[in-house]
């Protein structure tokens, strides 16, 4: 599948990790609009949260409890954080392989 983020999972582009296990990955973004702006997605490739199903609950809470570990590791639990999924055109999504966004380490 030509898709940059299965890519990165089967590391044939690189990115820098943070967090990885057999459900989930979380690397930096390329173009951090924060401090900390890491990127947790599925190793399943789910398109859209629109494409997302019952059977996908657990994994998405998943991802969302991964960010907020991932926070507390990297010291931003307690000054805070934004945690985002943009979705389709008008949400901006521009990689179709779902990932939530981390953002902190200043007022956002
Ligand atoms: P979205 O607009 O929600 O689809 O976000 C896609 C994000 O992926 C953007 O913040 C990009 O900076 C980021 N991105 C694009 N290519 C890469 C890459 N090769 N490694 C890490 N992050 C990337
Ligand atoms: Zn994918």
Known sequence: ????????????????????DDDIIAFEDINPNAPVHLLIIPKKHISTLNDATDEDTLLIGKMVRTASQLAEKLGIAQSGYK???????????????????LLGGKKL
């Open 1 to 20: 599948m030509d898709c940059l983020f299965c890519k990165i999972i089967n590391k044939e582009i690189p990115a820098t990790i943070h967090f990885e």
């Open 83 to 101: 945690t985002i999924f943009n979705c389709n055109k008008d949400g901006g999504q521009v990689i179709y392989h779902i990932h939530l966004h």
